[in-house]
């Protein structure tokens, strides 16, 4: 994984810190700054992989920050970072534009997941025949189509869908409460077992002729589909 820029947009300085140390800690390059202004000053001359957000700023708000973002066309990633978990707040964060909406406190684990995922998606786009290739398996999002080394490989719905997700993200881990919201919807409960129980019936399709398990569990985090070589 390539380290990324980012930048961190908190009013609280302890949790500001703690941030900025944590995604360090995993090899990023951070910019903190307490609100709005000292924001657009720093993307207007630096140039960052993804931002950090926090919705509650003071003065102008994360929200209206980042309408002003996406009116500017500056398409830099924005992850929400909010203590207001109801399913409107959200709404409202994403239809402004942000990319990924997350509720404090949250797991670093958790963040450079997302953060590393929601950069991956940025870069990702599909082939003119709308392709998705990762190892031996290509994907066929729109005609839900799957096949390994050129064979078709049949998937119930659920299942291609959860496989779909991994592999855009192939090499990169997502976690459950990500997998949630990207395969089912924000109203499922993140601890609830069922991307566990998915998994498990989407590796008996991938393994029923013996071939390699694509899928590595990384323990307290999530899934990842092994990338290419």
């Known amino acids: ?38 924001a657009m000053a720093a993307i207007g001359t630096d140039s960052f992989d993804a931002v950090v957000l926090d919705r509650m700023l003071p003065g ?65 786009a ?16 729109t005609r839900h189509r799957l096949w390994r080394d050129g064979v078709s490989i049949e998937l119930p719905r659920t299942e291609f869908r959860l496989l779909t997700e ?7 881990v997502m976690t459950r409460a990500m997998l949630i919201e990207r395969v089912w919807d924000y109203d499922i409960e993140p601890t609830t077992n069922i991307v566990d129980a998915y998994i498990r019936r989407l590796r008996v399709h991938l393994t029923a002729d013996g071939a390699e398990d694509p899928i590595v569990t990384v323990r307290g985090v999530g899934y990842m589909m092994r990338g290419d070589d």
Do not use: C
């Not at 380290?3 to 951070?30: C, K, M, N």
């Not at 991994?166 to 990169?172: E, I, K, V």
């Open 1 to 38: 994984m390539n380290p990324l820029s980012l930048l961190i947009v908190e009013d609280d300085a302890v949790l500001r810190g703690q941030l900025s140390t944590q995604l360090t800690g995993f090899g990023h390059a951070v910019t903190a700054v307490g609100d709005a202004s000292r």
């Open 126 to 141: 599909p082939e003119a025949n709308d392709t998705i290739s990762v190892g031996a398996f290509t994907i066929s999002p």
């Open 166 to 172: 991994l592999a855009r993200h192939a090499g990169t």
């Open 60 to 124: 102008v708000d994360g929200v209206t920050l980042v309408e002003r973002l996406r009116e500017g066309a500056i398409r830099v990633p924005v992850l929400m970072l909010t203590a207001l978990g109801q399913s409107r707040e959200k709404v409202e964060g994403l239809s402004a534009g942000a990319d990924d909406y997350v509720v404090k406190p949250v797991d670093p684990e958790e963040l450079n997941a997302r953060l590393i995922a929601l950069t991956r998606a940025r870069r990702w």
